[in-house]
Nanobody
Framework: QVQLVESGGGLVQPGGSLELFCAAS????????LGWYRQAPGKQRELVAT???????NIADSVKERFTISRNNAKNTVYLQMNSLKAEDTAVYYC????????????WGQGTQVTVSS
């Protein structure tokens, strides 16, 4: 029903920036919430940020001052601008699409590695 393809990960030095990009295809509705989660080695997957069709956001406190999530509804894309990156931001970042009205789904992308290291 829904496919997600992420890009934009990589290696960056502490203090640097990266932008992640996720293209969604399939049954994306105006009720679909798009977002980013991350999972570091040995840790559980955690919320980074989500955004509704109307632009409402939910951003984790640990990244609130440094990361920005945005969405292009016409293109069904979601972006994560990450600034002032820290070593603890190192993780696999997953794009997520979920919808609970009319049609229910909770879909994950394949993940993209972000490594913050000098």
């Amino acid at each position: 029903q829904v496919q997600l393809v992420e890009s934009g990960g990589g290696l960056v030095q502490p203090g640097g920036s990266l932008e992640l990009f996720c293209a969604a295809s399939g049954r994306i509705f105006d009720t679909t919430i798009l977002g980013w989660y991350r999972q570091a080695p040995g840790k559980q997957r955690e919320l980074v940020a989500t955004i509704t069709n109307e632009g409402g956001t939910n951003i984790a406190d640990s990244v609130k001052e440094r990361f920005t999530i945005s969405r292009n509804n016409a293109k069904n894309t979601v972006y994560l601008q990450m600034n002032s990156l820290k070593a603890e931001d190192t993780a696999v970042y997953y794009c997520n699409a979920r919808n609970y009205i009319r049609v229910s789904y909770n879909v994950w992308g394949q993940g993209t590695q972000v490594t913050v290291s000098s």
